[in-house]
């Protein structure tokens, strides 16, 4: 209770204090209006990406970068929950704690994960549950950030083994979870704090790590600085950002974050009917197979005669990419396009694709992928309330002319 | 020239963010002026919303197709799941705000 009246005494002084300092620097505050919304701009540590939010800051990257298969750092889309995020760590006092249901609570510096433990390196997506959202709005718009292609990036992730970090501590017997948590904080106290369990045979017997690198730098600040946990092949909500604490649990984890948010129709299409709700829902897990085309960008004007290479990245949960199919023809004919290297089962995979247009007027371009399991996109991805896992047929235009 | 110039905002760049100790990582958030329409309750709206989020949320919202009641979904989801501290009474002069603002039919 007196938490609650100090954040609204807080508020209070705050909104008059954001009203004055507003004031006082109007001329050099950048103004955004509803029309030119989402606006591109810098942030530290970034490039040019289009913002959604300040606070917490929600930044997407342009679809330009997905014609290749690593995404930049300075590019990587950014996404926070809650708006008290890090912007500060001393890495002299910063320590992970692995606490709970273990023989030894160990808390950790980073030369401590840096020396225990050997380092192991992958290439793994990671894309926001959300990633597509916009494309539900044909059918009814769902509720949540907007995102187009854009909040996802494939990264070379370094780090330790999260089951060597927990072996560490000795997982007992008796555990059947693992809570994550990081340092981004509500603003409000009774807000619930992102902290999120995995099943303990996820966190024992699989690939994930607590990675301390990103493409072969520390990992910026607004993606997750400084250690990150990756869960290949699974949505970005499960792969929490400034992690500190890791408690082993012999209970189920039970909160806003695990019961509520994220939740999909447990059913086989993990859709409903526009503007319904679902019987049953589950945790978000996996993800689905997907592809994107990078470059050119959409409403490219060529002149009759010209080569077009169309270029893009393709992945799914793990089975791996088998085919990317191009359709110039509105998607009654698919030919097959060229894949580039194959970085390991949790990446983007290049693929690119030549043609010649012959006739002048508008081309619709459509890229499917298809994975090992002999799973495809298909035109329209099923609808869903919180506008998940939108994997429905990329397309652009090209204007010959 | 050009690549001289990439190097030093580069440089620049990276100093700025590994402050001096070389332990201590820090940035520094950028601010932005959200230009919201007036109307009736905008007060209501900034003093009970803005403390937690950002004005994007309701201009990304709003650029959609809302379905039925979206705003009134939208406020009682920050009462109920994120425990926002607003009145029934303010809940429905923000519902109001928004729905007269920043509704797309």
Known sequence: MDSRRDFLKKSIFLAVGGLTLKNAFADEVPTIDFQEYPKTVKYPEKTDLIMYSDRPPLLETPRSYFSKAITPNDAFFVRWHLSNIPTEVNLKEWRLKITGNVKNPVSLSMEDL?????????????????????????????????????????????????????????????????????????????TPNVERSLHIDKCLYEDLILAYEMNGEPIPMLNGFPLRLIVPGWYATHWIKSVTNIMVLNQELKNFWMETAYHIPDNACHCVEPGEKPKKARMITQMNVKSVIGTPEDNTVVKLGQVIKVAGVAFDQGYGISDVLVSIDGGKSWKQASLGPDLGRYSFREWFFYFKPQNKGEIKVMVKAINKNGETQPFEAGWNPGGYMWNGIDSITIKVF | MKKLLILSLTALSISFVKAEEKDIYKIDLPYYNWQMKEGKYKDVFEQNCLMCHSPGYIFGQAKGKSGKDMWRTVVYQMIDEFKAPISKENAEKIIQYLNENYTNK
């Open chain 1, 114 to 190: 840096k020396s225990l433990f050997e380092p192991v390196s992958y290439y793994a997506v990671l894309q926001c549950s959300g990633n597509g959202r916009s494309f539900f709005e044909k059918s009814q718009t769902s509720l949540g950030i907007q995102w187009k292609h854009g909040a996802m990036g494939n990264a070379l992730w370094t780090g330790v083994r999260l089951s060597d970090v927990l072996n560490y501590a000795g997982v007992k017997k008796d555990s059947i979870e693992v809570a994550f948590s990081g340092l981004d904080k509500a603003p409000y106290p009774e």
